[in-house]
């Protein structure tokens, strides 16, 4: 069955810390890549994407992810999390053959201490 | 622009009753999703139109669930009946056609609780 692992339900760090997430899909051939955030009593907002192209890609509010096509992963980084980063994160996975459907991970809660 | 709306934002019905979601989608986009959250499990898809026509219901979990989108503006999920285990958050998201395909925004969600 395709699938999306998000490896970390739950993070916890302070403030300037580094952040990675990390995410793997199971399929095989082309697929665009996302990764959402839901802040507390918000809706979900795209963070960043991949379609095609620089595998290292940077999104809003200092995120970046890296495509890694050998290892079916894309992971979402951020150098130092503020306060504010505090969120539930998710990676979803588009399978370009299977329509637009997105396929989500579990999320992963990242609270960051002030 | 307007985002996609959602109403209610909470839904409490007993088991066996008949609920019913709504989404609007934001002007002019031709793609509308349906999603569900269902505690502590992952966001799965439901079913995705394409104006008035269903694109893709493979993930529609069964014929309790019936989705619209009459005259391809805004659409609705009813569950009839409903039972426990469609307690969860459900999300509507929209995407235009052409270049922006693939990008979706969401709603805030309803949050339904089946007793």
């Known amino acids: 069955a395709q699938s999306v692992s998000q490896h970390n339900h739950h993070v916890i760090l302070s403030e300037a810390a580094s952040l990675e997430l990390g995410c793997n899909y199971s399929?095989?051939?082309?697929?665009?890549l996302f990764w959402y955030v839901q802040y507390p009593g918000q809706h979900l907002q795209l963070l960043l994407k991949?379609?095609?192209?620089?595998?290292l890609v940077k999104g809003i509010k200092g995120f970046e992810a890296e495509f890694i096509k050998s290892k079916f992963s894309f992971n979402l980084r951020k150098p130092s999390v503020q306060w504010s980063d505090t969120a539930e994160y998710f990676c979803?996975?588009?399978?370009?053959?299977?329509?637009?459907?997105?396929?989500f991970g579990g999320g992963t809660r990242v609270l960051v201490k002030p | 622009e307007a985002g996609v709306t959602q109403f209610p934002s909470h839904s409490v019905i007993e088991k066996g009753q008949t609920v019913t979601l709504r989404c609007d989608p934001i002007?002019?986009?031709?793609?509308l999703y349906w999603y569900r959250r269902v505690m502590g499990k992952e966001i799965k898809f439901l079913l995705h139109?394409?104006?008035?026509?269903?694109?893709?219901e493979s993930g529609m979990p069964n014929n309790r669930f019936l989705a619209e989108r009459t005259g391809g503006t805004y659409s609705t999920l009813k569950v009839q009946p409903a039972e426990l285990e469609d307690s969860g958050v459900y999300f509507c998201?929209?995407?235009?056609?052409?270049?922006?395909?693939?990008?979706?925004?969401f709603g805030p969600g309803t949050r339904l609780t089946v007793t």
């Open positions: 998201a929209s995407s235009r056609t052409g270049t922006g395909l693939n990008e979706q925004y």
């Open positions: 399929y095989g051939g082309t697929v665009n």
């Open positions: 991949y379609f095609s192209g620089d595998p």
């Open positions: 979803a996975v588009n399978k370009k053959a299977a329509g637009n459907k997105l396929t």
């Open positions: 002007s002019g986009h031709d793609n």
């Open positions: 139109f394409v104006k008035e026509s269903k694109q893709d």
